[in-house]
Nanobody
Framework: QVHLVLSGGGLVQPVGSLRLSCAAS????????IGWFRQAPGKEREGVSC???????HYADSVLGRFTISRDNAKSTVYLQMNSLKPEDTGVYYC???????????????WGKGTQVTVSS
């Protein structure tokens, strides 16, 4: 069993930055694929970024060049650095972990409870 705790959300002005953290306990993150997802009000949850077992990274087109995913296996933590934030980045952000799926999907096994990110002036 993996327990994921998110932190770092909050209110930020447009073009500002935030760093989200997702700390895992119960099992090492080594050998896992990790995804960041978000859900805006009235919309479906969508993938934001993914980091594979080999640390290959993938980003949604809407965040490419602005967001950076990284992992620190020694600290059992994954990060999402978000720069140049836009109002449309507003939503609840989730991290998810899986040890069997080769890609990040909404059916990943372990999910954190989410943290609110609001981009507004």
């Amino acid at each position: 069993q993996v327990h994921l705790v998110l932190s770092g959300g909050g209110l930020v002005q447009p073009v500002g930055s935030l760093r989200l953290s997702c700390a895992a306990s119960g099992r090492t993150l080594r050998g896992s694929i990790i995804g960041w997802f978000r859900q805006a009000p009235g919309k479906e949850r969508e993938g934001v970024s993914c980091i594979s077992v080999t640390d290959a990274t993938h980003y949604a087109d809407s965040v490419l060049g602005r967001f950076t995913i990284s992992r620190d296996n020694a600290k059992s933590t994954v990060y999402l650095q978000m720069n140049s934030l836009k109002p449309e980045d507003t939503g609840v952000y989730y991290c998810a972990v899986d040890y069997f799926n080769p890609v990040c999907t909404l059916s990943m096994t372990y999910w954190g409870k989410g943290t609110q990110v609001t981009v507004s002036s």
